[in-house]
């Protein structure tokens, strides 16, 4: 079993940075995926992106492609979503999930969430 806990979030002014902490507890972190989701008020929760269990496979969205970095360091424990040139449009709560499927976008496929964290980029 995983559990999760995010950090990190914040009130931002657009084309600014910040970073998002993922810290996982038990001992097969290393083994899952871990993906980073946001959803924004009143619409539906979206992929932002996921990193393989090794950290060699990384997926992006479109919307955040080159302007958001995924890492992980499995000594930690730790997954990060490194967030910058912010827009307002970013504005969301942001979760990291964990699932062992490989290559999967989608939530369904995620069965253990974080409680998730306030992202606020204002223009």
């Known amino acids: 079993q995983v559990q999760l806990v995010e950090s990190g979030g914040g009130l931002v002014q657009a084309g600014g940075s910040l970073r998002l902490s993922c810290a996982a507890s038990?001992?097969?972190?290393?083994?899952?995926?871990m993906g980073w989701f946001r959803q924004a008020p009143g619409k539906e929760r979206e992929v932002v992106g996921r990193?393989?269990?090794?950290?060699?496979?990384?997926y992006y969205a479109d919307s955040v492609k080159g302007r958001f970095t995924i890492s992980r360091d499995n000594a930690k424990n730790t997954v990060y979503l490194q967030m910058n040139s912010l827009k307002p449009e970013d504005t969301a709560v942001y979760y990291c999930?964990?699932?062992?499927?490989?290559?999967?976008?989608?939530?369904?496929?995620?069965?253990?969430w974080g409680q998730g964290t306030q992202v606020t980029v204002s223009s």
């Open positions: 038990g001992r097969t972190f290393n083994r899952h995926v």
């Open positions: 990193i393989s269990w090794s950290g060699s496979t990384i």
């Open positions: 999930a964990a699932t062992t499927i490989l290559f999967s976008s989608r939530a369904n496929d995620y069965g253990y």
